[in-house]
């Protein structure tokens, strides 16, 4: 025998040289959920270890993050139904604790880069990314809210803005009213290819955000398809995307790899809810080891093609200092 790859894998110290991928704590975003109010951090029982945060657990919370060295958070707001409407109004009014809450971050934890979402569903009476009308989802109409709350965010001190939404034209629509209204820095990170998944369970109930009708299925990919996604990341990288996004991550790791080859735009990938809820729930009964499990989920990611990663693991690994 000529070749013996089991060389490479003899000790510890050779196993290192050879490794091809390396998972960083820089290469996480935490996404954090909150809720208006003082005091309050609640469980979201479907995925132990994450919580609701009111802005003054949420500021702990970050600050200990920054400490871990977990740097990007993305942010996202649960509201009551009181501040619900079709339109999705309460997304860029000026008392809304969400954008409040994204100004106080920046300004007094100004080392802590902030990513928003833009999409109407956590606002919206009919629980949709968009308007509906007659049972329809509005794409043109929808823009005009995307924009509101886009620019509310940049104002409010956003570095990256994340359109979640997937309404046509929405990247390139964002990105001028941003430059038109001078903030030519902040970033946009596009959902480029959100499939219409059965693990985002666990956000709607952290959120509450659930369609009241229907499904996501006329905007949302169909998760049978690879080459949509090319016209995903051809269209975003024409409209000016920053950084492209393939969600969720596990099921769709030959869609991150596709796009890492295609583009030359950095790629992330939302390791999600239900994914994370998956691991957990499998750890917590004995099933498989947790931590382990949670490693090689990350690293794999990361090996298909993707830079960023967004997990709610992230202060658990970053908690680990491997
Ligand atoms: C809403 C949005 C969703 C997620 C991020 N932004 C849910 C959805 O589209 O229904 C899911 C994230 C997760 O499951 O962790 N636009």
Redesign the pocket.
């Known amino acids: 025998m000529l070749r013996r790859p089991r060389r490479n894998r003899k000790s510890e110290v050779i196993r290192e040289l050879v490794v091809e991928t390396q998972l960083m704590k820089s290469d996480l975003i935490f996404?954090l959920f909150m809720v208006e109010g003082n005091s309050i951090q609640q469980e979201i029982t479907s995925m132990p270890g994450i919580f609701r945060f009111s802005v003054d657990k949420l500021m702990d919370e970050i600050h200990e993050c920054l400490q871990l060295g977990i740097k990007t958070f993305c942010l996202?707001p649960a509201f009551d139904d009181k501040y619900k409407d079709k339109y999705a109004s309460i997304s860029h009014h000026p008392d809304n604790f969400y954008l409040k809450a994204i100004a106080r971050i920046k300004k007094e934890l100004p080392e802590a880069c902030v990513m928003t979402?833009v999409?109407m569903?956590?606002y919206s009476s009919d629980g949709h990314?968009g308007i509906v009308e007659n049972g329809k989802i509005l794409n043109d109409e929808t823009l005009e809210v995307l924009g509101k709350m886009s620019l509310a965010q940049a104002q409010a001190g956003a570095d990256i803005i994340g359109p979640?939404?997937m309404m046509d034209g929405r990247v390139e629509y964002i990105r001028e009213l941003l430059d038109d209204h001078g903030f030519i820095d902040v970033s946009i990170m596009s959902?480029t290819a959100?499939y219409a998944s059965a693990?985002?369970g666990?956000?709607?109930d952290a959120l509450d955000?659930a369609p009241k009708s229907g499904d996501?299925k006329t905007y949302?990919m169909n998760p049978a398809n690879i080459k949509e996604a090319l016209i995903e990341a051809e269209m975003d990288e024409l409209e000016g995307a920053d950084i492209l996004m393939v969600?969720?991550a596990l099921s769709y790791l030959d869609v991150v790899s596709e796009l890492s080859r295609a583009s030359n735009l950095p790629i992330a990938a939302?390791n999600?809810?239900?994914e994370?809820a998956m691991l957990k729930a499998a750890g917590e009964k004995g099933w498989i080891d947790g931590e382990k499990a949670m490693l090689e989920v990350l690293l794999s990611i990361k090996r298909a093609g993707a830079k960023i990663i967004l997990t709610?693991f992230a202060k658990e690994y970053a908690k680990l200092n491997v």
């Open positions: 996404p996202f979402d999409a569903d956590p990314d979640s939404d959902y959100k693990f985002y666990p956000f709607r955000s996501k949302q969600k969720p939302y999600v809810s239900g994370y709610y």
